[in-house]
């Protein structure tokens, strides 16, 4: 008998909206979060924007001391945002820092996909090239490491159970969702915050410029740069933030009396083996196919119980395969579609933390019953013509949506998919 | 600079590592930085390198490892500004 899954916290950090209020406010009026990166056009970058959350700084200020501030990186500031808000979100108090008590049956996966390259480009390398190793002080490392945010968010929390990071590229976000959804349900743990976090900084987007994988039309109109599912995508748009969901054992949730947003019923990851098409860069559409199914057996829904995808949809040529391979996994047509949207048209591709980010999105609108519009796609490409009713260009309340699909599929041909119900007050009756 | 300027310029620059600030609130030359202040050792060396900016000079490391009171600290730096 698996144990249930619930979420009951949420945290976010997003260059559109900086915690939940506002990240709703911007989905809600299709706000982007895309700006200008000065520092991009200096260094000869084709793409000079990037998604990049706002005002974190300050707000750091309020959420840590100056010695944590010491040793907190953009990706830190933001994974460690949305963990505190995520833990308070689900009605649990911050533990203050002489409060011996430690959570044994709370813990977290917080992954990431590049890390902290910010501190490695702008302190680590020079100053050990220059023979300044000393001057480093001691906060290079916990920084670097790939399990830094989760650590960090360990001790602001006094967290017992698991704590770790995964990394799966684009799917991570989405693959942590269910790897604390696995832990919960196999009784090891009560409580997991789960999700992704990923730094500002040129170096982590340099790599995707010289792949010529980013947007380069769009430099003087940011807002109009990232157009998933549009006829003019021209590659995707870099993007960081974090987002944070605390998931709950159903029991434990229904014990305590907890505000419950939403059910994880279940998902699949796979990998598709760089075969049938697949590469480190291009999904197998096969193992996509089987990815999405294998989710809905394991949420024990139908096809035709979805009623919103949350695609991966990053604004790379692979958009029109992708709603082709939502469409023969599902098996629905176009006159009975889900809607189908992307949220990377309003904060470009977040990397680590885009599935992370993304779920919130969803488990938003699912509790707060609206979908957001897919922004940047007036011009629907030729190849999903038929498919244009399902994609909603503007904000539309429906309060009946019940049952969303998220996925994830990254770097390395690696999928994941989760399935998300809305979870209402006479639920806790079962 | 006095003595006494450097033991208040010390304890400002210490203060952000400080975890028990009641501590710091009684600051006597006397009082060990780990001990008493609750500075976390793993911070010792952004402390060294925060004198090091602060008085412009530079701190050996055996000489930082000598460094336990707050007294040691304006100590090494007097010394080190001649």
């Known amino acids: 008998m698996r144990r249930r899954v619930v979420i009951t916290g949420l945290g976010v950090v997003a260059p559109n909206g900086v915690g939940l209020k506002a990240f709703e406010a911007a989905l809600r009026e299709g706000r982007s979060g895309i700006r200008h990166i000065p520092i991009m056009e200096e260094l000869r970058f084709g793409c000079t924007v990037a998604g990049v959350p706002d005002g974190v700084d300050e707000l750091a200020e309020r959420y840590f001391d100056a010695d944590e501030l010491m040793a907190m990186n953009t990706s830190h500031r933001y994974g460690s945002i949305a963990a505190v808000d995520a833990w308070t979100d689900a009605g649990y108090a911050r533990p203050e820092r002489d409060d011996d008590h430690v959570y044994w049956e709370a813990g977290a996966v917080i992954g990431t996909g590049i890390g902290g390259l910010d501190t490695t480009g702008e302190k680590l390398v020079p100053m050990v090239d220059a023979g300044r190793v000393r001057r480093l002080g001691s906060t290079m490392v916990e920084q670097i490491m790939g399990s830094g945010v989760s650590a960090r968010v360990s001790g602001l929390l006094a967290l017992g159970n698991q704590v770790t990071a995964n990394s799966s590229a684009c799917s991570t976000g989405t693959e942590a969702i269910l790897e604390g959804y696995q832990r919960i349900s196999n009784g090891l743990a009560e409580r997991m915050l789960c999700g992704g976090t990923e730094g500002s900084s040129h170096y982590a987007w340099a790599g995707f410029d010289a792949m010529r994988v980013l947007c380069r039309a769009h430099n003087d109109e940011p807002a109009r740069a990232s157009r998933p599912l549009s006829a003019t995508a021209c590659g995707f748009v870099p993007g960081s933030g974090a987002g944070v969901l605390h998931l709950e054992s159903l029991e434990h949730a229904l014990e305590r009396g907890a505000r419950i947003y939403a059910e994880v019923l279940g998902g699949a990851v796979n990998c598709g083996g760089h075969r049938h098409g697949g590469s480190m860069t291009a999904p197998n559409p096969d193992a996509v196919r089987r990815c999405i199914g294998a989710a809905l057996v394991h949420a024990g829904v139908d096809a035709d119980e979805i009623d919103l995808i949350n695609g991966h949809l990053t604004a790379t040529g692979a958009d029109p395969k992708e709603v082709a391979s939502w469409a023969a996994a599902l098996e629905r047509t176009p006159e009975n579609f889900p809607l189908i949207h992307s949220t990377k048209s309003m904060i470009g591709h977040g990397l680590g933390a885009a599935g992370a980010m993304e779920s919130v999105a969803c488990v938003l609108m699912l509790r707060s019953g609206f979908v957001h519009p897919s922004i940047n796609c007036e011009d629907v490409h030729p190849e999903i013509e038929a498919y244009e009713r399902s994609i909603p260009r503007e904000m539309r309340e429906m309060p009946e949506l019940r049952t969303v699909i998220k996925a994830g599929f990254g770097f390395g041909d690696v999928n994941a998919c989760v399935v998300f119900r809305r979870r209402d007050e006479d639920d806790n009756l079962n | ?82």
């Open chain 2, 1 to 82: 600079m006095t003595r006494e300027e450097i033991f208040e310029k010390v304890v400002e620059i210490v203060k952000p590592y400080v975890k028990n600030q009641e501590a710091l609130e009684g600051v006597t030359e006397d009082t060990n930085i780990l001990q008493d202040l609750k500075v976390n050792s793993a911070r010792l060396v952004d402390v060294i390198l925060a004198f090091e900016d602060e008085f412009d000079i530079e701190v050996e490391d055996e000489d930082a490892d000598a460094v336990n009171t707050v007294g040691d600290a304006v100590e090494l730096i007097q010394s080190k500004l001649g």
